[in-house]
């Protein structure tokens, strides 16, 4: 069992498509364990994305990333963080395939519906970033 978090990013919010992506995790087997609506901040996102702050298009994420709030979801599965990765696609949605969350639903490298954990570690810095224990309902 591991935990993995995902971000339903603006598009997803604007789209209307945050219960399809939902479903689908829900249809593979992963469990809701934590789930919130944030507004993101430029300094939990300079946080979040510190592997990204000297990119020239760090302003792009910001400005997309803080334009309404997010749900942020702990999930809970066999295998999760790689699992989860597999179904979300790589980061740009015109390359990722279809049958893919971003290949289905993403626009562009920017706009790609749905971040995911890369690493157990990352997932666990990610839980604590955006949950306290009393938010997460993990199985005992
Ligand atoms: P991933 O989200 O697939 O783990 P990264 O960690 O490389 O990918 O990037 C984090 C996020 O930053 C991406 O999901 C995307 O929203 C944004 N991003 C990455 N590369 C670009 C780019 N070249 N132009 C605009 N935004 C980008």
Redesign the pocket.
Known sequence: MEKTIIIL?PDAIRKGCVGLVLQRFEDAKFRIVGMKMMQLNEAVLREH?S??TD?P?FC??VD??SSTPVVVVALEGVNAVEKVRKM?G??DSTQAPKGTIRGDLGK?????IV??S?SVESAEREMNRFFNAAELFVKG
């Open positions: 990013k994305y592997h990204l990119k298009f792009e994420i997309f990333m979300v790589p980061t562009d490298k920017n706009q790609n971040h995911a890369d």
